[in-house]
């Protein structure tokens, strides 16, 4: 026995050298052979890990679902490109524990029924670890927590209730709303105001939310009136804007996509309606600031959460904003920092998971995090631990911008309210 294998290495290392020889003579014999080489350093050897979907010894893949076509695709174009944009940067790094982020972009058309066939193929088909989401739809949340598949993104209601889910500033909760933006509306010298949806779950609960904190807030404005099913997209406001008239508002707060607000805003304009201020929830884009021209001077917007670009002294939006034009893409979106961000968010928990990560591992740690910035692109640090509500506590601080000469201009500092929960009728935060 110990002879043979004394002759079975002899011959390894003749077929070795031969092999090496013949390797070197073809280099040697090409016209455009490089004759000398680098010497590349072996692989790192990834840790065997029990199987986990999405989890290869080379790759991890996630899922990012937004609305591409459908009547809130323009609301969410940009968050895809910004996600991939933070992939690309940590590939670049060298991944997570040796392993290449892949991403799979889906389609959800901000459709509730398409969210769960999406999110099926997702799980069932493609196998990924995780979803991100950047969408007004959230249908798939009980399929992905009966899955305990992590989700890290737009703060959708859903993110509030399952331990699964984590909104990049905190947990939406029904009843529970930051007077942040009563703040900014008080500052502004508004005293009567008119809270405006579109029928989306996700907005009618924040305009609820807000409008029930009103007698709350402290700072004496008042309600003037509540809508809650004005149309998503662009429309013809006339109605709206005579509806606000009548009832005497010199201000108003709305949750809606961006070109649906932009209608109210001309249609109020040529109802010869003159607000205070006029606050719209993803207003930011100059671009968009731009081509609707005069009716927006004065109003005040923000992104889904986020910093506005332009903020000094702020190198996580630095970064997001040089990146991003440096591929081509626009960073001043409302939704595109909150792509990147929410991927972000996906990456820390994929650290915290370790080199075998798993879904209950990912979620138990990134649980344990109570100082969240995403590298400083979010306004004030946002906690996943039980605080306000077993999920963690909502941001109470809004980093908001004005229109000015057609710009949109950051605020000097951000603002932030009390929490306040508008079912017991208390504040909690």
Request: some cysteine.
């Amino acid at each position: 026995m110990s002879n043979r294998i004394k002759i079975n290495r002899r011959s390894a290392a003749v077929v070795t050298t031969v092999g090496t020889a013949m390797l070197l003579a073809t280099f040697a014999g090409s016209a455009n052979a490089v004759t000398t080489t680098t010497p590349q350093a072996p692989a790192k050897p990834v840790v065997a890990c029990a199987p986990q979907d999405g989890v290869t010894p080379t790759t991890i893949t996630i899922g990012f679902i937004s609305p591409k076509t459908g009547a809130a695709a323009a609301n969410f174009a940009g968050a895809e490109q910004a996600a991939r944009l933070r992939i690309d940067k940590e590939n670049a790094k060298g991944g997570l524990f040796g392993r290449k982020i892949k991403l799979i972009g889906y389609d959800d058309q901000a459709n509730g029924s398409i969210q769960t066939q999406v999110a099926n193929q997702a799980l069932q088909q493609d196998r990924v670890f995780g979803i991100v989401l950047a969408s007004a739809a959230d249908s798939m949340m009980p399929y992905l927590k009966q899955n305990n598949v992590p989700v890290t993104g737009f703060n959708v209601l859903a993110l509030a209730t399952d331990r699964n889910t984590f909104g990049i500033t905190g947990p939406t909760v029904p009843g529970v709303v930051s007077t942040a933006p009563l703040e900014r509306l008080k500052a502004a010298g508004v005293t009567k105001a008119a809270f405006i949806a579109h029928s989306t779950p996700g907005a009618v609960n924040s305009i609820k939310s807000i409008a029930g904190a009103v007698p709350l807030s402290g700072t004496g404005i008042t309600n003037g009136i509540t809508i809650l099913d004005e149309a998503q997209g662009a429309h013809d406001a006339t109605t709206t804007a005579l509806r606000l008239k009548a009832a005497g508002v010199d201000g108003s707060y709305e949750s809606m996509f961006v070109d649906g607000g932009i209608s109210i805003a001309q249609a109020l304009s040529q109802q010869g309606v003159k607000l205070k201020a006029n606050y719209l929830v993803g207003l930011s884009d100059p671009s968009v600031i731009a081509k609707a021209a005069g009716p927006l001077e004065g109003m005040i917007g923000s992104t889904y959460g986020t910093t506005p670009a332009g903020v000094p002294g702020k190198p996580g939006v630095r970064t997001f904003v040089n990146g991003m034009k440096a591929a081509g893409l626009n960073p001043y979106t409302a939704i595109a920092p909150v792509g990147y961000a929410a991927t972000d968010l996906m990456i820390t928990g994929l650290k915290k998971a370790g080199k075998c990560p798993t879904r209950s591992s990912f979620i138990n740690n990134l649980r344990k995090v109570t100082n969240y910035t995403a590298n400083g692109m979010l306004p004030v640090p946002t906690s996943f631990a039980p605080g306000v509500t077993p999920m963690g506590s909502p941001t109470k601080c809004t980093w908001f911008l004005t229109v000015k000469g057609g710009v949109p201009v950051p605020d000097k500092a951000v603002t932030c309210g009390r929490l306040v929960d508008t079912v017991n009728n208390r504040i909690v935060g």
